[in-house]
C-alpha cells in the first residue's frame, strides 16, 4: 500500500546500468530487473524505483546530484566487492560525536 507522507518511488540515472546493477546485487544482495538496455527496475523494502541510462555526468551533490546512503553492519565488505564500482568511499553515518 502507498504511503502518501514518504517517497515511494525512486529514479536514478546510471551511465551503465550493467555496473549499477552488478554494485548493488553484490553489495546489498537486491534483485534488479533488466527493462531493455536503458532501465533496471528494484523493489526492495520500503522503497522502490529504478536505474535508467544517462549520459549525463554525475559530479556528486554539490552539483545538485541526489545522495543515497545505504546503511550496512558489514560496510568494509562491501566497499572490498565493489571496489572498482564505487564513486565515493564508504564513510560513517550518522557521523560521531
Known amino acids: 500500500m502507498l504511503d502518501y507522507r514518504r517517497?515511494?518511488?525512486?529514479e536514478l540515472p546510471s551511465k551503465e546500468i550493467?555496473?549499477?546493477k552488478a554494485f548493488y546485487e553484490n553489495g546489498f544482495g537486491w534483485t534488479?530487473?533488466?527493462h531493455?538496455?536503458?532501465y533496471?527496475?528494484?523493489i526492495h523494502g520500503l522503497l522502490d524505483g529504478g536505474f535508467y541510462r544517462s549520459r549525463l555526468r554525475i559530479n556528486g551533490t554539490r552539483e545538485g546530484a541526489a545522495l543515497a546512503v545505504l546503511y550496512a553492519d558489514e560496510s568494509?565488505?562491501?566497499s572490498?566487492?565493489?571496489t572498482?564500482?564505487?564513486?565515493?568511499?564508504?564513510w560513517e553515518f550518522p557521523p560521531p560525536g
Open 76 to 78: 568494509q565488505a562491501i
Open 7 to 10: 517517497i515511494n518511488l525512486i
Open 84 to 90: 572498482m564500482l564505487m564513486a565515493e568511499s564508504v
Open 18 to 20: 550493467w555496473s549499477t
Open 32 to 34: 534488479l530487473q533488466d
Open 36 to 38: 531493455g538496455d536503458g
Open 40 to 42: 533496471c527496475p528494484f
Open 80 to 82: 572490498e566487492r565493489n
